[in-house]
């Protein structure tokens, strides 16, 4: 029975990881197929709605990695972490902020912020704050591990950075626009993040 118990607890994982991957096809052939057309440097992730099967493509993107981040979520609390705790919280506010961002899309570059715009920031700031809190706090309190710390504190100095890069949108002068750049980094080493989180409860469980 205890031997079903550790399979069931483990079962999530693949399908968490397989997520996590099956996430980056679509925004990577979005890179692949509007080469030219968005800077990687400049424009953000969002701005590929604007582009040829666009919205459907970052959609498919978004809601595959918060599916797969609220797998993470019950594999962690299969492992013992608690539900309730701010852990939950934080990685349900990942998870939603992904959601709300994809409901919300971002406004054209130089048009007034809309609601929707607005909103769309929001939810961004929510969730690039939450997740490396949430890394953070799983290696302190549940799962010790030198790789979560290190994924957290990057994901943490790399959110903050792609946060100060937003002010050479809302003053611009003529300084380079270095928004989009940043913002790759920072989902590059969330998703490292994201994969040494689900690496960590499979180590914890192999263990038990």
Not at 52 to 65: I, R, V, W
Not at 108 to 118: E, L
Not at 139 to 149: I, Q
Request: proline share 6%.
């Amino acid at each position: 029975m205890v031997e079903i118990r550790g399979n069931r607890r483990t079962a999530v994982l693949p399908w968490t990881v397989t997520g996590f991957v099956l996430s980056l096809f679509p925004i990577v052939y979005l890179h692949v197929a509007s080469a030219g057309e968005l800077s990687p440097v400049a424009h953000t992730v969002s701005d590929y709605i604007f582009v040829d099967h666009g919205a459907g493509l970052l959609a498919l993107t978004s809601l595959t990695l918060a599916a797969a981040s609220i797998g993470l979520l019950v594999a962690l609390v299969r492992a013992g972490l608690p539900r309730r705790g701010p852990v939950a919280v934080l990685l349900g506010l990942w998870s939603a902020g992904l959601a709300v961002a994809t409901v919300f899309p971002t406004d054209p570059t130089g048009a007034p912020t809309s609601f929707s715009g607005a909103v769309h920031r929001y939810a961004g700031a929510v969730m690039f704050a939450s997740l490396p809190l949430a890394g953070w706090l799983i290696h302190r309190t549940f799962l010790p591990s030198p790789t979560v710390r290190r994924f957290s504190v990057a994901a943490g100095i790399t959110s903050v950075a792609f946060m100060l890069s937003h002010v050479s949108v809302v003053y611009p002068g003529d300084g380079a626009v270095l928004l989009g750049l940043f913002e790759r980094v920072l989902f590059a080493v969330l998703y490292g993040l994201l994969f040494a989180l689900a690496s960590a409860v499979l180590r914890r469980e192999e263990a038990s």
